[in-house]
C-alpha cells in the first residue's frame, strides 16, 4: 500500500470551476518562457536510458541546446516486485559531440506492488527569468510504489547551468478525491493555494481532519532550495508548481465524474 494516507471523511465537495489550463510546452509563447522545437530523434552522441518520451532544442547565450525526457517500467522479477525510472538530460549541440550540461535519474527499486515514474510533459519549462540569455531547464514527475489509488510523490526540478538545481517536493492530486454516491458529489480535502506549513495546517483543522501529515495532495514540504536562489526562480517554480497541481485536479476530478454520469445514464436509457 502506499504511504500515503487517502482522507476520508464529512468533506466539503471539490470545487471544479476556476481552474486553470496548463498548456503543451510545444506552444510555448514569448512571455510565457522560450520557444522549443520538438525533436522525434536525438543526433548521434545524445545518451537516451529507457524510452524517449520527448525531446526539445532552444538557443540561447549557450548556444544550441537539447533536452531529452525518457522513462522506464520494467517487467516484474521472479520475486514480483517491480523497478522503474526516469531519466533526463541538458546537452549543448556544439563542437564535434554533443555536451552534457547536466543529467536527472530517479528510480524505485525492487517495489513490491506497483512501481511508476511518468513525466509530466506540462512541467516542462525553459525560461530566462534574469534577462540574460542564460536559461534555466524545468521538468517535474511523479514518483509510486503503490498498490491503491492515491497521491504521488511528485517533484518539481529546476536546472540552471551545469551545478545550480532548486527543487519543490511534495504530493499530486491522483485519489485526492473520490465520487460519494450518497452526496451525489465529489468529496476529498480541496486543491490548497498555498503551501505554508501555517496554511496547510489551518485547511486540516477546517476540515477537521486528525492526524494527517504534511504535505497535503496537491502541496510540497518546503522552500529550502531557494533560500540563497533569485527571488524571480521560486517565484517562476510556485506559479509552475500550482498551475500542474490545478490541472491534475481537474483531470482527476473529470475522471471521477465521467463513469458516474455515463452510468446514470445507463439507468435513464429506454
Known sequence: MNSVQLLRGPLR???MGL??????VTSVRAEQGVALTPLDQVPEGVEVRGKQVAAY???DRQGKNLLVLAEQVGERDDD???SAFVYAAQYVLSGERPKRVWMLYDDVQHCEFDAGLRFDRAATRV??????GNTQATVGYSRACTSDVSPNEFKLIMHVGKSEKYRLRGLDRVGASWWDEDAGALRGMPLPTDCSVAAQQALVSQYKEQGTELPLPGCYGDEKDFAKAPDSYLAFMRQ???ALMQQQDADWSQSQAQPQAASEDDDTAP
Open 13 to 15: 465537495p471539490v470545487l
Open 19 to 24: 481552474l486553470m489550463t496548463v498548456a503543451c
Open 57 to 59: 532544442t532552444w538557443d
Open 80 to 82: 514480483g516486485t517491480q
Open 127 to 132: 525560461t530566462d527569468l534574469l534577462g540574460d
Open 240 to 242: 509552475q508548481w500550482f
